[in-house]
């Protein structure tokens, strides 16, 4: 069992950065090795479908990102602290949304159904 906690949206100005954090702790009495987990970023704006934004591999060597991100976006891990990052730079208002992180065994993955932990979220907000 796998519980994740999300921190530091807010609302920024457009071109603005953001840095969010996940971090993940086990149930009480449970053992988890961090480092096993698949670690992905969705995003959910508005009456839209949940989307995949970032993800990266137990060990930290593959990272994926969608297209509407890359270049702007960076995810990390921290294996020793239980945590993983989203840095966000040359924010868009289409970029706001509420920012989840999910946890998966194997290997990257889009689809939402494919996650075996969430998040609930932190809302991430580009106006001026």
């Known amino acids: 069992q796998l519980r994740l906690v999300e921190s530091g949206g807010g609302l920024v100005q457009p071109g603005g950065s953001l840095r969010l954090s996940c971090a993940a702790s086990g149930f009480t009495g449970s053992v988890f090795i961090f480092g096993v987990y698949v670690m992905t970023w969705f995003r959910q704006a508005p009456g839209k479908d949940r989307e995949a934004v970032a993800c990266?591999?137990?060990?930290?060597?593959?990272?994926n990102y969608d297209d509407s991100v890359e270049g702007r976006f960076t995810i990390s891990r921290d294996n020793a602290e239980n945590t993983v990052h989203l840095q966000m730079n040359s924010l868009k208002p289409e970029d706001t949304a509420v920012y989840f992180c999910?946890?998966?065994?194997?290997?990257?993955?889009?689809?939402?159904?494919?996650?075996?932990?969430w998040g609930k979220g932190t809302l991430v907000t580009v106006s001026s």
């Open positions: 999910a946890a998966r065994w194997l290997s990257c993955s889009k689809n939402v159904n494919d996650m075996n932990y």
């Open positions: 990266i591999t137990g060990g930290g060597g593959v990272t």
